[in-house]
């Protein structure tokens, strides 16, 4: 018997006594080939540094897959044998299109995982929808190719997942044996009903920790179940926790602060550069991937450069949250988009304003991609500038996420030129944003060994010398503190080189203040959240301020009492002192890892169950639940008056 007829019988034998299982192990398959595609593509980010039990990742994985197809098709079935009788086929077209489209969407999340888990390290949630805004026109401006490509997949997938569901279909109605769906039904039925089955707690995305570490947990995931689970936390966002009393919290990590430089020191202007997807590496001259850049080069001579600064997140919407507000963002979404907007925070826009500040905020994007002009109006800011903003700007050069940053730093500084004395003045570039995309001619110029992410670096650090260059006559200049501080960090060669949990994390922070003109290199531990408190310093506001960092300008802080704390993924929080770097997951309370990272600077050595370092494993823990518990705290706090 040749083997195409022998396939094709089994098919026929399977469907006619099993139609439903056919349709589960069909997609099963499907989801398995994503997520073998999955694991190799994105390899080397999901397993720096550590190991990784290929048989456990397997087992999880297809029971994982298994059950959320189940709890997808559960319905489709009952609907489809509740229906089967009802004259007509209109209502059963209607049903097996519903859940075709719920097969494929699953189908389509974890395609786009494969690719997009790189970008901000979890599997596909609500979050998604905040952070790709214009996808069709921001894949067209990338490449037509592209653009048909991710079309053409999307209709394969369509067509596989309807195809699929037809043949189980059309099974079903031939009355041929589909006992073994009852018994799935009453088995599905009895886990949902009776609660020492503990389903609800096992379809939990983050369940498999209680055998996994959070690195192989992505691999293991369910792209839908974790979707599904975060439309549920968005009204349930933030785990609530009490590990210490309030008041020990609030004498650990005091969140209600003053921040205030000398009296006699005037207010001056401030110009802040948020600058998109930029890793310490560029400015770190001992790094493979140092930046040759002349206009940052010469600024650290005169500048104050903090070379130990990290970010609290890994994406742009949680980056903007901290350093603009000082504070943590524990939703998926971004915090200015979710239930929590009304939590206690100090609006830095208002707050200047009664220091007779003006504020604008300045970006060459679409108006309120990734929902910043939410955010900057949540803050309280005056104005809002974008792409639309600048004269002729649908005839400017421009790439995927906007215009490019050489026209929108000349905007900015026509704008200053006309906003009173004293301003804060923020941009938000773009250009250094994947895919890095620059102007033709600039392009040309770049040495052949830079990765995109060096030439867009070095595209921007030519922008910034034209834009210095301009405004060092302008009257406000001498009167100004600039601020630079980048939003996340970001592998400057694609994942190409090893980096780990706290190299992922670094970033630059510069102030460079034209009247003081002074070089200095501080190694002191600081984050973003540091950044707001220097602000208010400057403006020598003096009442009383929230905020989770410092202000950088303060020499009269103890660096070595310093810890600062990371956002490793929606329920890894991750805190670092002078010499450790500790990882705590606030979902089942595990920890997860204990570095020695200056003498183990690739984080290869796990000390977590090494009983030598009980004592600073237990502070550190300390430390990240304090934290923790005071965001959750301020989450369901009043308003701050």
Known sequence: MEPGVSINKYRKHFLKNNPFLFLVFTILILVSILKISFYYYNYSVLFYGSSHSGFRLVAWSLSYDLFTILLINFPFLVLLIATKKIPGKIVQLIVRIIFCAFNAFMLILNTVDVFYYQFHFQRSNIDLFYVIDHPVQKMANISFLTLAGCFLVLLIIIIITWRVQNLFYFSLMKKSNYKTAYIIMAVVLIALIFPQFQLSRKIVPTYPLIDLNSNELSVVQNSMDTFIYSLYRNNHAVLDRKYFSDSFCDSALPIKKVFKLDENVPPKNIVLFIMESIPEDF???????????????????????????????????????????????????????????????????????????????????????????????????????????????????????????????????QKINSTGQPFLAVNYNTTTHYPNTLPQDFRKKMPKNYTDAMKSMSYYDSCLHVFFNASQNESWFKNTVFIFCADHWMSPDNFKSPFNNLSGFKIPIIIYEPSVNEEIKNISLVSQFDVLGTMLGIAGYSDTTISYGGNLLDTNIDARKNVI???????????????????????????????????????????????????????LIDKVKVFFQKAVNQYFSKPFQ
Request: hydrophobic share 35%.
């Open 565 to 619: 704390f990371n956002r490793v993924s929606n329920s890894l929080y991750q805190v670092v002192d002078s010499s450790y770097v500790l990882g705590f997951n606030v979902a089942d309370n595990k920890t997860e890892y204990l570095y020695n990272y200056k003498k183990d600077k690739n984080l290869q050595n796990n000390l977590v169950d090494n009983s030598s370092y009980l004592g600073i494993r237990n502070s």
């Open 283 to 413: 400015f770190d001259s001992s790094d493979i991937f140092k930046v040759r850049m002349p206009f940052f080069d010469s600024l650290l001579h005169h500048s104050i450069y903090f070379s130990n600064a990290y970010s609290y997140g890994r994406e742009s919407n949680k980056g903007i949250t901290s350093i603009l507000a000082g504070i943590p963002t524990l939703t998926d979404i971004p915090l200015y988009h979710s239930s929590f907007v009304n939590l206690p925070k100090t609006s830095v826009g208002n707050t200047l304003k009664s220091k007779k500040y003006n504020s604008f905020f300045c970006i060459g994007d679409t108006y309120d991609n990734f929902g910043f002009a939410k955010c900057v109006y949540w803050l309280g800011f005056d104005k809002y500038y974008c792409n639309r903003d600048i004269p002729g700007f649908e005839k400017l050069l421009k790439g995927p996420m906007g215009i490019y940053d050489q026209y929108v730093l000349e905007f900015m500084r």
